[in-house]
């Protein structure tokens, strides 16, 4: 089985200020990596993935993750945050490979953005 | 078009009954889940559904049961509704290939 630690409930954050929420997994086999954000009152929209490759991934919106195996974290960041960034971040594991498992999620970081 | 519909959007319903969420998608994925959010917005997988395999986290109590009609479907029915299954339900699908998954916008139970 998969679990994921979201270390920080809540991050806020001065507008324009870079941002890192952070993300680590536990997993005795490979693992495929998501963020995923949700707006208030909306469902959830995927900002990007690890699947294998590089281990820097870039998402939509601006947001970048780097995947770090030694220490099984997935930390999500952004260079410079806007008030629209305002909203719950989801980190999310399954393990990889085909078959009909779903996602593990984190309990989630509500980032707040502050003018 | 909606990637993944849920409907309804919102169900307010009395403990004791028995009630149903559809869930469709049209983006020819191959499996279907069902999610629960609760108000601390923790998100837990309930179940996952393609048309070889049916998995069911064990957690889950059996009134609650999914019913696929086709690939394309994946409803949710609960029977005898209780107040602590007031929560938000979210439909999502994924295709092999790993896209990723889309999730549904969400349908809010409350039972009173």
């Known amino acids: 089985a998969q679990s994921v630690t979201q270390l920080d409930s809540q991050v806020p954050v001065f507008e324009e200020a870079p941002v890192e929420l952070r993300c680590n997994y536990s997993?005795?086999?490979?693992?495929?990596l998501f963020w995923y954000v949700q707006y208030p009152n909306q469902g959830l929209q995927l900002l990007l993935k690890y699947l294998s490759g590089s281990t820097l991934v870039k998402g939509i919106n601006g947001f970048e993750a780097e995947f770090n195996k030694s220490q099984t974290s997935f930390h999500l960041r952004k260079p410079s945050v806007h008030i629209s960034d305002t909203a719950e971040y989801f980190c999310?594991?399954?393990?990889?490979?085909?078959?009909?498992?779903?996602?593990?999620f984190g309990k989630g970081t509500h980032l707040i953005i502050q003018p | 078009d909606t990637a993944v519909s849920q409907t309804p959007k919102y169900l307010v319903t009395q403990m004791g009954n028995d009630k149903s969420i559809k869930c469709e998608q049209n983006l020819g994925h191959d499996t279907m889940y069902w999610y629960k959010q609760d108000s601390k917005k923790f998100l837990k997988i309930m179940f996952s559904y393609n048309n070889k395999e049916l998995i069911i986290n064990e957690t889950v109590p059996n009134r609650f049961s999914p019913k696929s009609p086709d690939k394309a479907h994946l409803n949710l029915h609960i029977n005898s509704l209780e107040l602590g299954d007031s929560a938000v339900y979210f439909c999502a699908s994924s295709q092999d290939n790993w896209g990723g998954y889309t999730f549904g916008s969400g349908t809010r139970l409350t039972v009173v």
């Open positions: 997993s005795s086999v490979s693992v495929y």
């Open positions: 999310a594991v399954r393990k990889a490979g085909g078959g009909a498992d779903g996602l593990t």
